[in-house]
């Protein structure tokens, strides 16, 4: 049977939660599809308060949830087909168009990338400060771009920088 309601409880571990349905009946526990289970795994666990679309028994004792669905204080994230759109309650963003190529990531917190090598294949403009364990480009720039011009400043070889970097 074909139910539709609000989930009331979630089990995040073994992935099944409740739905109270339109006859303000709660259901059993039931089962949330995930995209993979078995060796790879993911996690994709409504909220309380969801409504969603769900298979069940006619006693509503079991069942499964077919996913979530838009209502008219949830509403959908845009009319073009060619934008997928992740947004999360935060206002984190992840959008790609496959019309225009772009990818936007737009999180309110920091992001943390773990991994032997980083390559990036095209160039890389940064709004903001760049740095290592060492220290930064701009520190850099501080003691690089200070020298001094053997011959004063008519275009003779510079001297070294006048600092060092450590």
């Known amino acids: 049977m074909l139910v539709y309601g609000e989930i009331t409880s979630i089990n995040g571990h073994n992935a099944k939660m409740k739905v109270n349905h339109k006859n303000f009946q709660e259901t059993g526990w039931l089962y949330i599809p995930q995209y993979v289970t078995h060796g790879d795994k993911s996690s994709n666990i409504y909220e309380i308060g969801t409504e969603v679309a769900a298979i069940t028994s006619e006693t509503f004792d079991e ?5 979530a669905v838009y ?33 936007t990531l737009d ?20 709004r903001g400060n760049v740095s ?7 520190k850099m720039r501080d003691t690089y771009n200070e020298h001094t011009h053997s011959n004063g400043n ?5 001297g070294t920088p006048n600092g060092g970097m450590n």
């Open 132 to 138: 290592d364990t060492k220290g930064s480009m701009q």
């Open 154 to 158: 008519n275009g003779a070889n510079t």
């Open 107 to 126: 999180l309110k917190g920091d992001a943390n990338i773990t991994a032997q090598k980083v390559v990036i294949n095209g160039d890389l403009e940064v």
């Open 71 to 103: 209502n008219k204080t949830d509403t959908g994230t845009t009319n073009d087909k060619n934008i997928k759109t992740i947004i999360f309650s935060d206002g984190s963003v992840i959008e790609y168009n496959k019309q225009t190529h772009i990818f």
């Open 63 to 67: 069942g499964c949830i077919v996913g």
